[in-house]
């Protein structure tokens, strides 16, 4: 069971299942673990276009975790950033950050996937478990589920450069570099 505040949104929910997606059939035992670190914010997060890292403490013993997510391609970028000015143009009024939910299932539909799964994710952490992946990966995620289900924007910044995307001169659009992510993040 996915407990309710994991995935509360649809672009929180696709993160929530790379975690959650084992190719076998019993549940990996670090996810209740990795959950608790999450929900107690043990996991702090730096999110930036291709890579998010994760200051994560357990136990007062602090590991760094980065987690390599591949820029859209071109195609992918052009294709994505239509759907969501069109998107937005027939949903106004969104809170800052956030996206329809119904442009998840577009993304869906259009073969766009803003969520890396575990397995064709690059994600080192300096801890010395041989585990990989390892706890606090696993809590970075945890983690980055509940960023994006509180700023949905956020899964697609991750994948693509904003600044590309202010060019839809689409009012609602606000560049990630004209935040100040000191205020915005807080
Ligand atoms: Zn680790």
Redesign the pocket.
Known sequence: MIPAEFGATPWGRCWTRTVETTATAVPNPLLPKARSIARNHGATLTTEVGVVTAK?VVSGAE?T?RIELPPWPEETKHDAERLIAKSLAANPGLATGDLPDSLEAEFTAAGITFAVPLAEQVAT???R?RKRP????LAGLYALSMRVDERPRLAVELRMDSAAAAEDADPDWIPLTDLDPATFYG
């Open positions: 994560v590991s975790v952490c300096d801890c478990t390892c706890v606090h990966i």
